[in-house]
């Protein structure tokens, strides 16, 4: 899954050990998620939406190009 | 949206943080305080030998890590306000997983120190130990590592979560698929009688590979 978490976070000239800290997770797992190995939890992915005020679907792309109500 | 009390919550980093501490000084005292705990032991073990004994060799050996402990807690004292700015997960998460070692580390040392038999590898032939030794590994294993997984399992977050689950798996897939098979082929002869211990080794190997791997790749 594409994320924007990297440009996000170089946007507000955080490293990513510093966003690890806001979010109470390891260094790893921001790395993980940037790098696209990893996607995080619902709770977690709610977190970083809180995080950086901004909707999760904004944060997160599944690829998904049709409309709303094809899912 | 709506800035929530978690957001609130979260920690502003890089304002109250002590300066992040090296790594440099634990390592000195850890290794400093195991090889002067060794010569201590060395040099009583040579003059009780010899008919002069000074002191018994555990004592001298406990004063020694009795010293290197303090000296850990002085250097620790000094780096506080790093880890005091620590989240209560990341306190707890790293003090089980300085607990699980230190443990490793005890029972290794009860391994080595509990042989009856002089000679050998200590760690993993099936060479006699004495009866008190025996209890007092079993009990710290049990024990000690239900506690300290307890915590570790509580504290993780998702990201290990997900490699500490498939490196049970895998673990667990290590075990469980040589096992049967070995004890079928050694009831006809064909191997040796079940090793248990070397199959646990070889699920803590796969165990460890798929950890290290889903964590730091």
Known sequence: MNNQLKVLRAMRNWSQAELADRLDVSRQAVNAIETGKYDPSLPLAFKLARLFAMPIEEIFDDGFEGHRDDA | ?217
């Open chain 2, 1 to 217: 949206m709506m800035v929530s009390k978690d957001t609130a919550t979260m920690r502003e980093t890089g304002e109250a943080s002590g300066k992040r501490p090296g790594i440099g000084w634990p390592i000195a005292i850890s290794l400093a305080t195991i090889f002067l705990a060794a010569f201590v032991a060395g040099y009583l073990d040579g003059t009780a030998g010899a008919g002069h004994p000074i002191m018994p060799t555990p004592l001298g050996a406990g004063l020694v890590v009795l010293a290197g402990a303090v000296a850990m807690g002085l250097y620790l004292r000094r780096v506080g306000a790093f880890w005091r700015d620590w989240s209560r997960r990341k306190r707890l998460y790293w003090a089980s997983l300085i607990g699980a070692g230190l443990i490793g580390a005890l029972a290794a040392t009860l391994l080595h120190s509990g042989r009856v038999e002089v000679g050998g590898d200590p760690f993993f032939s099936n060479s006699a130990l004495s009866p008190t030794i025996a209890i007092i590994l079993a009990l710290l294993w049990i024990g000690g590592l239900a506690v300290t997984a307890f915590f570790y399992q509580r504290v993780i977050d998702d990201h290990e979560e997900r490699a500490y689950l498939w490196a049970g798996l895998a673990g667990f897939y290590a075990f469980i698929i040589p096992a049967p098979a070995w004890w079928a082929l050694a009831r006809a002869s064909i191997l040796p009688p079940v090793d248990a211990m070397l199959l646990v080794l070889f699920a803590v190997i796969a165990n460890a590979a798929v950890y290290f791997w889903l964590k730091f790749r």
